[in-house]
């Protein structure tokens, strides 16, 4: 099955909007084989990300543990988050 180029384009805005919608961005061997991770940004003032906060683990070791890896990423890039904004 081939996309055209716009329906490739389409895929990629939902998926983004899907990953701005959950905060995070989840991977499981799609940019490196058999290795899973997650991606949260680090805010520097509101809504201006100042980096990522980036967890990634052999798929094997992750597998049962994504939601748990997933949720102590983003208490991390809150907690920095937080920092970097206060005073």
Known sequence: HVRSRR???????????????AGYAVSSGEVDAGVWGVSVPVFGSPRQAAGAITLMAPIL???GQETALTGMAVVAAARISRQLTSP
Do not use: D, P, S, V
């Not at 329906?7 to 919608?21: D, P």
């Open 7 to 21: 329906q490739r384009q389409m895929c990629k805005e939902t998926e983004l909007e899907g990953i701005a919608k």
């Open 61 to 63: 070791r992750a597998q």
